[in-house]
């Protein structure tokens, strides 16, 4: 299978849920700062998504341009639950090896985050 193939059942099956069962499936062991970050996010934001707007692959890298949406219902870096939905744009370049994300790196504005939960962050300077 391709990278982009990848990316996309990737990005299929965590729809249904983003459970350590699909997040192992996916995701190597190599970057299990992507698993822990996703652990946090959705502890944060219970069923976020990454809408695409773009994705381009090129080898055994693929970009994927994102709007974030997400309800904030649980703890988020220091700040307690705010109840506001948030939506925000970052851009994730995934690396893939044996059909599996083996590294990322991963830009979101936290200016623009931390103002749509209208709490104020030393992130957000």
């Known amino acids: 299978m391709n990278s ?3 990316i ?3 990005f299929e099956a965590l729809k ?3 459970t350590r069962d699909i997040i192992d499936r996916f995701i190597s062991d190599e970057d299990e700062e992507l698993k822990n970050h996703i652990e946090v996010f959705e ?3 219970p ?3 990454l809408l695409q707007e773009d994705m381009i692959a090129e ?3 693929v970009a994927y341009r994102f709007t974030f949406v997400g309800l ?3 703890k988020f870096m220091d700040f ?3 109840g506001k939905e948030i939506r925000v744009p970052g851009m994730i370049v995934y690396q893939v090896h044996n059909d599996k994300i083996i590294n990322h790196w991963m830009v979101v504005n936290m200016a623009e985050m931390m103002q749509q939960l209208q709490v104020e962050s030393a992130a957000a300077v």
């Open 16 to 18: 249904g849920g983003k």
């Open 4 to 6: 982009k193939e990848l």
């Open 47 to 49: 069923g976020y998504q």
């Open 72 to 74: 904030h219902k649980g």
């Open 43 to 45: 502890a944060a934001f």
């Open 8 to 10: 996309m059942q990737y």
């Open 80 to 82: 307690d639950p705010t």
């Open 59 to 61: 080898g055994n890298k």
